[in-house]
């Protein structure tokens, strides 16, 4: 399975951005998905995943309620959409496919990040 994550950029803080990320090479409704996040000089951090058919969502406590995480099988794309941005919140995102349809933060795939800067 091959993920391309889309929709970073500058943002100030306060602002939103909505993140993409589409999968190919495999049966997408297959998967959980989730995010990720790795901030310079820091380990990657989970931040929320998603089963399968979208009926179960998680989140990291950092960003609950200001987060959602959603998904279009049929687009084979997972979204992240990122409100009222602190910039804590500037890292690199990765968008990952977990083992199965559930999302229990096990990744068996990765997807190249995309840069959010949230500037204040």
């Known amino acids: 399975v091959q993920l391309q994550a889309s929709g970073g950029g500058l943002v100030q803080a306060g602002g939103s951005l909505r993140l993409s990320c589409a999968a190919s090479g495999g049966t997408f409704r297959l998967y959980g998905m989730g995010w990720f996040r790795q901030a310079p000089g820091k380990e990657r951090e989970f931040v929320s995943g998603?089963?399968?058919?979208?009926?179960?969502?998680n989140y990291a406590d950092s960003v609950k309620g200001r987060f959602t995480i959603s998904r279009d099988n049929a687009k084979n794309t997972v979204y992240l959409q990122m409100n009222s941005l602190k910039p804590e919140g500037t890292a690199v995102y990765y968008c990952?496919?977990?083992?199965?349809?559930?999302?229990?933060?096990?990744?068996?795939?990765w997807g190249q990040g995309t840069q959010v800067t949230v500037s204040s």
């Open positions: 990952a496919a977990g083992y199965g349809g559930s999302w229990d933060g096990r990744v068996e795939y």
């Open positions: 998603i089963a399968w058919s979208g009926g179960s969502t």
